[in-house]
């Protein structure tokens, strides 16, 4: 937006007095009265995500009445998705039949599931569509170890639950999320599952304002997300000010029109001038003068291609104006739009909260999903909208690096490979470069079962481009948006409480089992994750400098940088919690500790200088980090395999891997 364009909106109250002036002019000569316009009788819209809003209690439980009690008795399903209620946004997720109160949860804990340099790795040609779902890795708690120096840019985040289906409307936010715990989730040191599942989990969200049954849930993207996609969304107003200053010409529009005391004086003088008294017709006349100043305002807008976010959130309709202003202002304008009627989810919609988390019966799984109530034989288990991606190989990993051309390091695509953790996550057919990333809520936890699951996945009825399942990959891979959709459904009864499962197929059994009969304890064995060291420091005896070195473990040993600062009395330029040794343990149970300095040399090696001496450390001034790179997850020996899309439901058109290798185009290896 230019310079000239940002400036409107504080302008555009002054332009609407000076046509107000000349709409006067045309019907009257007497002067201009000098006295002060009144003041507002619309407050600004309230603060978002304040605790309460009665505006919320009075349009929703005036929205519930209409509902019986006995539709509410009937109606099980507490979150639906169905189609969003902002236009061309697709699904959305909805409240079902109960009322969320302030921090009550409203979805169970999910996974996330960390992507790692992906476009360093991939060279592979094309869109990547999980970029328009995935979050930044700074959101999440551990992330920063992944990486050389915390590099958190080159860490993003697939949320696969409410992460990904739940819209974002930043004015009615209504749902935050709880912070993610890193654990391993019962697997032990010598299970073959380590490193085959995020060890990232717990996000749940809850409720920031009351939610009524049938309300859209909304998450916060960010005012960053929408600015950096304004080819996708245009020039969406944004929190808060935006939707103040739209509140602040608005009532001024009003005030100056409608609402002006001044207008009426001049009314009367008029009458006592012509001898008529005809207040109808005089406030017909302030009506059209109020049409006609938000008419001029929408008319700047449209002049300047709808790129001013202040004046894309003041409504196009006039007469609904006050109406938007006395019920909380333009930023609530659609709050009514977001909530449906129960029988409309039940028709349109589908339930998304038939399973729960928990930890999984099926050995090496770790976590699992299990259903939250009956679900009869061909019912619904949980909707899955489908992420697609046109290669595998844009997830494709490499272990060993080489030097290209300009000196850089780059992978060397002829020595070791893996792919990211998300493909485990996703659907395959081994006669398809395609995969397809469920990302309903909880269904990333269904676990396999080869021999007695209880559940499959079929194509969904109703799907945003069914075509698709006709059409070459080659012809929508590279689509900017979801288009297909998986249903999970019970292939029996399934009681409550009963772990969900489906067959993984064929392909992945071989190869799991391979795994399994080949695993060994990987190297270093006295390998720890650091979060599990931590929840076991205050018993743990540290090693001192006589001992095996931390790092041998793939783990270092910190110390919290107020600790540091206050210990060496603020004298220690430090922006980051340095590693240390300890030297050793002092008679009253503190610590003598030297600070360690790592960093790359001229030969691109990693060496450590020992820096100052600390007396005195107490033990809470410490924790674990892993190093860089070091989660079993990273690991060439962690299981990696697609669940496999069955073939008597999978496009024959789509099978194209015998022509993988002309399709899989890459960018030049220098770049």
């Known amino acids: 937006m230019s310079k000239a364009m940002r400036i409107w909106p504080k302008l555009i109250s002054f332009l609407l007095a000076a046509v107000l002036a000349l709409t006067l002019s045309s019907s009257s000569n007497d002067d201009k009265n000098n006295e002060e316009i009144p003041t507002k009788r619309r407050s600004s819209h309230p603060e978002p995500h304040t605790k309460h809003h009665p505006r919320h209690d009075s349009h ?35 409240a079902g039949n109960r009322t969320f109160h302030v921090n009550d949860i409203v979805t169970d804990e999910d996974i996330v599931v960390p992507i790692f340099e992906r476009e360093w790795h991939s060279n592979v040609k094309g869109k990547f569509l999980w970029d328009e779902y995935i979050w930044n890795g700074d959101v999440f708690d551990g992330m920063e170890q992944e990486m050389e120096n915390g590099d958190m840019d080159e860490i993003s985040v697939a949320s696969p639950g409410v992460g990904a289906a739940a819209n974002s409307y930043m004015s009615l936010v209504n749902v935050e999320d709880n912070d993610v715990v890193t654990d391993m989730a019962g697997i032990a040191k010598d299970s073959p599952g380590r490193g085959a599942f995020t060890i990232y989990n717990g996000r749940s969200f809850f409720a920031l304002d009351l939610i009524r049954p049938g309300q859209e849930l909304f998450v916060s993207y960010g005012n960053k997300y929408f600015k950096s996609r304004k080819r996708i969304y245009g020039y969406l107003p944004l929190p808060d000010d935006d939707y103040d200053e739209a509140d602040d010409i608005l009532n001024t529009a009003l005030e100056l029109t409608i609402d002006n005391e001044d207008l009426d004086d001049k009314r009367y003088e008029l009458q006592i001038q012509s001898g008529k008294a005809d207040s109808s017709a005089w406030e017909a006349r302030k009506q059209e003068m109020w049409e006609d100043l938000h008419s001029f305002i929408v008319d700047v807008a449209d002049i300047y291609n709808r790129t001013s976010r202040v004046l894309n959130a003041v409504p196009t309709n006039a007469s609904i104006v006050e109406a938007v202003l006395d019920d909380g202002g333009t930023a609530y304008q659609d709050l009514n739009r977001s909530i449906k009627e129960l029988h409309w989810l039940e028709e349109n919609g589908q339930c998304m909260d038939n399973i729960r988390t928990g930890v999984s019966s099926i050995p090496h799984a770790g976590r699992g999903a299990f259903a939250s109530r009956f679900i009869p034989k061909d019912g619904l288990v949980s909707p899955a909208p489908l992420i697609h991606i046109k290669n595998m190989e ?188 300890i030297v050793r343990k002092l008679e009253n149970g503190t610590y003598l500790v030297r600070i360690v300095n790592w960093f790359q040399n001229d030969n691109d090696q990693t060496v450590c200088d020992t820096g100052k001496l600390m007396w005195g450390v107490p033990k809470a001034a410490f924790y674990f ?13 962690a299981f990696r395999h697609a669940m496999m899309i069955p073939d008597e439901i999978f496009p024959d058109i789509w099978r194209n891997i015998a022509d993988a290798e002309s399709f899989t185009e890459y960018e030049d290896e220098d770049d």
Request: with cysteine; aromatic share 12%.
């Open 60 to 94: 929703q439980q005036q929205h519930q009445t209409s509902l019986s009690s006995a539709t509410n008795k009937f109606i099980e399903c507490g979150i639906y998705l169905a189609p969003s209620s902002i236009p061309g946004s697709g699904l959305g997720m909805y």
């Open 394 to 581: 844009m997830i494709r990993t490499y272990f060993d690096l080489k030097r290209n051309s300009k000196g850089f390091f780059v992978p060397d695509r002829k020595g070791r490979s893996s792919y990211q953790l998300i493909l485990n996550y996703c659907f395959a057919h081994e006669q398809s470069t395609l995969l397809l990333c469920p990302y309903g809520l909880l269904t990333s936890l269904i676990n396999h079962s080869h021999k007695n699951p209880n559940t499959k996945i079929v194509w969904a009825k109703e799907m945003r481009h069914k075509e698709w399942l006709n059409q070459p990959i080659a012809d929508w891979g590279d689509e900017y948006h979801t288009g297909l959709q998986f249903d999970f459904v019970a292939t029996r009864d399934i009681s409550a409480g009963e772990e969900i499962s489906i067959d993984y197929g064929n392909a992945w059994q071989s190869e799991w089992d391979k795994h399994v009969d080949s695993f060994v304890i990987p190297e270093p064995k006295n390998y720890v994750p650091s979060f599990g060291l931590n929840e076991l420091l205050e018993e743990l005896e540290l090693r001192t400098v006589q001992d095996r070195e931390y790092e041998l473990d793939n783990v270092q040993l910190r110390c919290h940088l107020h600790y540091v600062k206050k210990l060496f009395h603020g004298g220690i330029a430090m922006k980051e919690d340095p590693a240390c040794r």
């Open 625 to 637: 980090a892993d190093m860089p790179l070091s989660r079993d997850h990273h690991q060439h020996w």
